[in-house]
């Protein structure tokens, strides 16, 4: 079955506290992306990644680390979290073409709470 | 860069039909696709579009204009589990990775 997996599914952290959430899929998709979703802001993308060993900055990237090493992986890393990054966390993947029906595949998402 | 928008919120009644509007403007469109999302879930793909004209399945709709730079997503015979957010998101072939954005979302609310 094709699917994107996320872990952990829910977390509560404290400031400064550094912490990883992986994503992995099974689709051998090239592009990944990591988004945060907020109350009236909707899904804004933080990182992506064209491939393996190359990510690129989204729209809301300060705070957020991410890497690719491998093509089914793709950890976002907060390295001292603060509560403003207080979200709901969706990563997705798809293939980078411009071909048609070509849709993005979410995961679960990743409730993060930081206090 | 790309602006969309679409209203925040709707409200129906069961067997009823509701459209859900969304504009958008971007320099290299490839493409609008139409989610629903579930409070607390993933977004699951519902449709998509790249020529002018209506796409249907089954009880949902989508119609797309490119010459104004909109599209609608209808909704037939609602049913008390449409109740969700739909993200109307645009493709850009302009941007890394045929980049796709996505509006605020409209919640819609079904009522007996």
């Known amino acids: 079955e094709a699917q994107v997996t996320q872990n952990p599914r829910y977390l509560i952290t404290v400031t400064g506290k550094k912490l990883t959430v992986t994503c992995s899929q099974n689709m051998n998709h090239e592009y990944m992306s990591w988004y945060r979703q907020d109350p009236g802001l909707g899904l804004r993308q933080i990182y992506y990644s064209m491939n393996v060993e190359v990510t690129d900055k989204g729209d809301v990237p300060e705070g957020y680390k991410v890497s690719r090493k491998e093509k089914r992986n793709f950890p976002l890393i907060l390295e001292s979290p603060s509560p403003n990054q207080t979200s709901l966390y969706f990563c997705a993947s798809r293939s980078p073409t411009s071909e048609s029906t070509d849709t993005q595949y979410f995961g679960p998402g990743t409730r993060l709470t930081v206090l | 860069g790309q602006n969309i928008d679409q209203p925040t919120e709707m409200t129906a009644t069961e067997g009823a039909i509701v459209q859900i509007n969304c504009t958008y403007q971007?320099?290299?469109?490839?493409?609008l696709f139409w989610y629903q999302q579930h409070a607390g879930e993933a977004p699951t793909f519902l449709s998509y579009?790249?020529?002018?004209g209506l796409e249907e399945k089954g009880r949902f709709s989508s119609f797309l204009s490119r010459s104004k730079g909109y599209s609608y997503l209808l909704l037939k015979e609602l049913q008390m589990k449409d109740s969700a957010s739909y993200l109307c998101?645009?493709?850009?072939?302009?941007?890394?990775?045929?980049?796709?954005?996505f509006g605020g979302g409209t919640r819609v609310l079904v009522k007996p």
């Open positions: 579009n790249v020529l002018d």
């Open positions: 998101a645009v493709r850009d072939n302009k941007a890394a990775g045929n980049k796709l954005t």
């Open positions: 971007t320099s290299g469109f490839n493409g």
